[in-house]
């Protein structure tokens, strides 16, 4: 078992940063792959931003690329996700994701299906 929780979402305005963290407990985390999501209300969950288990391959969707940068620190078993120049379209409720399996992460990273563990989001919210 897995738990993640994140935090860091709030209220910005356009333009600004948020640093998301992803903190997690209980199995081998650095074993596993993070990805992050995002739910708009009334949209489907899209696919953000992914890390492998070390940190030396990194996804991201083309909407936040050269936006946003995912990093994680397996020693404190947190994952981030630094967001620069936000816009308004950012405004979700974003969520991590830990696949402690990884065999099929590397075709399979954009869908959440791929991921076991997800923690109850935090919601970041950008004004024009």
């Known amino acids: 078992q897995v738990q993640l929780v994140e935090s860091g979402g709030g209220l910005v305005q356009a333009g600004g940063s948020l640093r998301l963290s992803c903190a997690a407990s209980?199995?081998?985390?650095?074993?596993?792959?993070v990805g992050w999501f995002r739910q708009a209300p009334g949209k489907e969950r899209e696919f953000v931003a992914a890390i492998s288990w070390s940190g030396g391959s990194t996804y991201y969707a083309e909407s936040v690329k050269g936006r946003f940068t995912i990093s994680r620190d397996n020693a404190k078993n947190t994952v981030y996700l630094q967001m620069n120049s936000l816009k308004p379209e950012d405004t979700a409720g974003y969520y991590c994701?830990?696949?402690?399996?990884?065999?099929?992460?590397?075709?399979?990273?954009?869908?959440?299906?791929?991921?076991?563990?997800w923690g109850q989001g935090t919601q970041v919210t950008v004004s024009s």
């Open positions: 209980g199995r081998t985390f650095s074993s596993c792959a």
């Open positions: 994701a830990a696949d402690p399996d990884g065999s099929s992460w590397w075709r399979n990273y954009p869908y959440s299906s791929q991921y076991d563990y």
